[in-house]
T-cell receptor, first 118, second 110 residues
Framework: GAVVSQHPSRVICKSGTSVKIECRSLDFQATTMFWYRQFPKQSLMLMATSNEGSKATYEQGVEKDKFLINHASLTLSTLTVTSAHPEDSSFYIC??????????????FGEGSRLTVL | GQQVMQIPQYQHVQEGEDFTTYCNSSTTLSNIQWYKQRPGGHPVFLIQLVKSGEVKKQKRLTFQFGEAKKNSSLHITATQTTDVGTYFCAGRDSSYKLIFGSGTRLLVRP
């Protein structure tokens, strides 16, 4: 299979600070990565599609200036939560699409990053 | 936009009982995938269904894709405590992105 690594797994920050979350595809190249947000006991909500070398595509209702996405290389996408506030506290999880030999194109998820804004 | 709903939201069963979760999309899907998320973990891919009326089995798990390609189901026979987690369906329509269902949380009493 394919491995997607996400860092940090947990972060606690003060209100007003910015937090950067990294998502790396370890053994494959990912031209496209996806960022999801998950509130406790709820589903994964797609925030944006990160495209290598170009601007991210944001879902309706997601603030581009609030959630900055950079996909500078084929193995790294970053999500920066700018001027974080308590309502931004959530579980952020990235994924990349990869086709395992002989199988369908499936999403491989990072371990997720739990953000707590005080 | 596309919406994918799942029922039930929660299911609490006795070990050995069967379990089924249903997934319904507001639009026709090109394919549907199922993922399992253990408590505190991240989603893990289970299977993909592509064809209308398709049925696939993985040991005690049976997956179905509806004839109209707008609904799907996951059935677990004789649940075990290791089946505990949240099961998500995820549908892909004409666009490339995957939209996740609301999820069904399965709890199994030993």
């Amino acid at each position: 299979g394919a491995v997607v690594s996400q860092h940090p797994s947990r972060v606690i920050c003060k209100s007003g600070t910015s937090v950067k979350i990294e998502c790396r595809s370890l053994d494959f190249q990912a031209t496209t990565m996806f960022w999801y947000r998950q509130f406790p006991k709820q589903s994964l909500m797609l925030m944006a599609t990160s495209n290598e070398g170009s601007k991210a595509t944001y879902e309706q209702g997601v603030e581009k200036d609030k959630f900055l996405i950079n996909h500078a290389s084929l193995t790294l996408s970053t999500l920066t939560v700018t001027s974080a506030h308590p309502e931004d506290s959530s579980f952020y999880i990235c994924s990349a699409s990869y086709r395992v030999a002989g199988g369908p194109r499936e999403l491989f998820f990072g371990e997720g990053s739990r953000l707590t804004v005080l | 936009g596309q919406q994918v709903m799942q029922i039930p939201q929660y299911q609490h069963v006795q070990e050995g009982e069967d379990f089924t979760t249903y997934c319904n999309s507001s639009t026709t899907l090109s394919n549907i995938q199922w993922y399992k998320q253990r408590p505190g973990g991240h989603p893990v891919f289970l299977i993909q269904l592509v064809k209308s009326g398709e049925v696939k089995k993985q040991k005690r798990l049976t997956f179905q894709f509806g004839e109209a390609k707008k609904n799907s189901s996951l059935h677990i026979t004789a649940t075990q405590t290791t089946d505990v987690g949240t099961y998500f369906c995820a549908g892909r329509d004409s666009s490339y992105k995957l939209i996740f269902g609301s999820g069904t949380r399965l709890l199994v009493r030993p």
